[in-house]
Protein backbone atom coordinates (compact mmCIF):
# COMPACT_ATOMS: atom_id res chain seq x y z
CA UNK A 1 0.00 0.00 0.00
CA UNK A 2 1.45 3.17 -0.63
CA UNK A 3 -0.71 5.50 1.17
CA UNK A 4 0.82 8.79 2.82
CA UNK A 5 0.77 7.91 6.83
CA UNK A 6 -1.14 10.51 7.78
CA UNK A 7 -4.08 9.49 5.89
CA UNK A 8 -4.31 6.26 6.79
CA UNK A 9 -4.10 6.99 10.53
CA UNK A 10 -7.10 8.60 11.11
CA UNK A 11 -8.89 5.47 9.56
CA UNK A 12 -6.63 3.24 10.93
CA UNK A 13 -8.13 5.22 14.73
CA UNK A 14 -12.11 5.08 13.43
CA UNK A 15 -11.56 1.32 12.53
CA UNK A 16 -9.77 0.52 15.81
CA UNK A 17 -12.92 2.02 17.49
CA UNK A 18 -15.34 0.12 15.64
CA UNK A 19 -13.77 -3.45 16.24
CA UNK A 20 -13.13 -2.97 19.68
CA UNK A 21 -16.98 -2.06 20.21
CA UNK A 22 -15.87 1.14 22.03
CA UNK A 23 -16.89 3.28 18.96
CA UNK A 24 -17.16 7.11 18.71
CA UNK A 25 -18.35 8.94 15.63
CA UNK A 26 -16.85 10.50 12.81
CA UNK A 27 -17.22 14.35 14.13
CA UNK A 28 -15.67 13.37 17.61
CA UNK A 29 -12.47 11.49 16.00
CA UNK A 30 -12.14 14.55 13.75
CA UNK A 31 -12.57 17.08 16.45
CA UNK A 32 -8.79 15.84 17.44
CA UNK A 33 -7.29 16.28 13.57
CA UNK A 34 -5.85 19.34 12.77
CA UNK A 35 -7.33 21.09 9.56
CA UNK A 36 -10.16 20.55 7.14
CA UNK A 37 -12.32 18.34 8.73
CA UNK A 38 -14.26 17.49 5.43
CA UNK A 39 -11.61 16.27 3.47
CA UNK A 40 -10.24 13.72 6.60
CA UNK A 41 -13.28 12.76 6.72
CA UNK A 42 -13.83 11.84 2.90
CA UNK A 43 -10.12 10.24 3.30
CA UNK A 44 -11.37 8.08 6.40
CA UNK A 45 -14.51 6.98 4.48
CA UNK A 46 -11.88 6.10 1.08
CA UNK A 47 -9.38 4.02 3.22
CA UNK A 48 -11.60 2.44 5.52
CA UNK A 49 -12.64 -0.52 3.40
CA UNK A 50 -9.22 -1.02 1.89
CA UNK A 51 -7.75 -0.40 5.18
CA UNK A 52 -9.95 -3.79 6.26
CA UNK A 53 -8.92 -5.58 3.00
CA UNK A 54 -5.15 -5.07 3.59
CA UNK A 55 -5.96 -6.72 6.70
CA UNK A 56 -7.84 -9.50 5.83
CA UNK A 57 -10.54 -8.59 7.95
CA UNK A 58 -14.07 -10.14 7.79
CA UNK A 59 -17.35 -8.32 8.78
CA UNK A 60 -19.32 -10.24 10.88
CA UNK A 61 -23.32 -9.88 10.65
CA UNK A 62 -25.06 -11.33 13.96
CA UNK A 63 -28.45 -12.82 13.47
CA UNK A 64 -30.96 -13.23 15.55
CA UNK A 65 -30.93 -17.18 15.62
CA UNK A 66 -28.38 -18.37 18.10
CA UNK A 67 -30.15 -16.02 20.39
CA UNK A 68 -33.08 -17.79 20.16
CA UNK A 69 -31.35 -21.06 20.41
CA UNK A 70 -30.01 -19.44 24.01
CA UNK A 71 -33.69 -17.98 25.36
CA UNK A 72 -35.05 -21.68 24.57
CA UNK A 73 -31.95 -23.07 26.57
CA UNK A 74 -33.08 -20.57 29.54
CA UNK A 75 -36.85 -21.06 29.22
CA UNK A 76 -35.96 -24.85 29.82
CA UNK A 77 -34.13 -24.50 32.80
CA UNK A 78 -35.37 -21.15 34.42
CA UNK A 79 -39.15 -20.94 33.31
CA UNK A 80 -40.59 -24.51 33.79
CA UNK A 81 -44.23 -23.26 33.13
CA UNK A 82 -43.89 -23.55 29.22
CA UNK A 83 -43.84 -27.28 28.80
CA UNK A 84 -41.89 -28.00 25.45
CA UNK A 85 -40.84 -24.45 24.19
CA UNK A 86 -39.52 -26.72 21.09
CA UNK A 87 -43.20 -26.35 20.21
CA UNK A 88 -42.33 -22.77 19.03
CA UNK A 89 -39.87 -23.75 16.72
CA UNK A 90 -41.87 -22.88 13.73
CA UNK A 91 -43.79 -20.14 14.50
CA UNK A 92 -40.42 -18.83 15.58
CA UNK A 93 -38.66 -19.43 12.49
CA UNK A 94 -41.33 -18.08 10.87
CA UNK A 95 -41.42 -14.59 12.74
CA UNK A 96 -37.57 -14.65 11.84
CA UNK A 97 -38.05 -14.59 8.38
CA UNK A 98 -40.18 -11.99 8.16
CA UNK A 99 -37.97 -10.14 10.08
CA UNK A 100 -35.09 -10.73 8.08
CA UNK A 101 -37.17 -8.77 5.31
CA UNK A 102 -37.47 -5.74 7.30
CA UNK A 103 -35.28 -3.10 8.59
CA UNK A 104 -35.59 -5.03 11.76
CA UNK A 105 -32.17 -5.95 11.85
CA UNK A 106 -30.89 -2.06 11.68
CA UNK A 107 -33.04 -0.82 14.64
CA UNK A 108 -32.70 -3.99 16.93
CA UNK A 109 -29.85 -5.92 18.47
CA UNK A 110 -30.16 -9.91 17.57
CA UNK A 111 -31.70 -10.73 20.80
CA UNK A 112 -34.18 -8.47 20.77
CA UNK A 113 -35.70 -9.94 17.66
CA UNK A 114 -35.34 -13.34 19.02
CA UNK A 115 -36.99 -12.35 22.30
CA UNK A 116 -39.82 -10.85 20.27
CA UNK A 117 -40.17 -14.20 18.25
CA UNK A 118 -40.50 -16.32 20.81
CA UNK A 119 -42.70 -13.86 22.68
CA UNK A 120 -45.15 -14.00 19.46
CA UNK A 121 -44.58 -17.86 19.40
CA UNK A 122 -45.68 -18.27 22.73
CA UNK A 123 -48.62 -15.68 22.03
CA UNK A 124 -49.92 -17.93 19.29
CA UNK A 125 -49.91 -21.24 21.16
CA UNK A 126 -51.90 -19.06 24.31
CA UNK A 127 -48.88 -19.68 26.90
CA UNK A 128 -48.08 -16.67 28.84
CA UNK A 129 -43.82 -15.72 28.60
CA UNK A 130 -44.89 -12.57 31.04
CA UNK A 131 -43.15 -15.14 34.23
CA UNK A 132 -40.51 -14.88 32.12
CA UNK A 133 -39.82 -11.93 30.74
CA UNK A 134 -40.59 -9.29 33.02
CA UNK A 135 -38.42 -10.38 35.98
CA UNK A 136 -35.72 -9.73 33.54
CA UNK A 137 -36.50 -6.83 31.82
CA UNK A 138 -38.26 -3.77 32.59
CA UNK A 139 -41.52 -2.54 30.92
CA UNK A 140 -39.78 0.67 28.87
CA UNK A 141 -37.06 -1.18 27.85
CA UNK A 142 -40.09 -4.07 26.30
CA UNK A 143 -42.09 -1.19 25.31
CA UNK A 144 -39.36 0.56 23.38
CA UNK A 145 -38.78 -2.48 21.02
CA UNK A 146 -42.18 -3.89 20.66
CA UNK A 147 -42.95 -0.16 19.65
CA UNK A 148 -40.87 -0.87 16.29
CA UNK A 149 -43.79 -3.91 15.43
CA UNK A 150 -46.82 -2.33 16.06
Known amino acids: MRIPPRHMIPTTVFLATKIEEYYISMSQLLANVKGDHDKAREIVKQYEFLLMNELNFDLNIWQPYRAVEGFLIDIKTRYPNINNPERYRKAIDTFLSYAMDTDATFVLQPNQIALLAIIEASNQNNDSMDG ?18 I
Open 132 to 149: FVFPVFSTKTLSQFFFFF
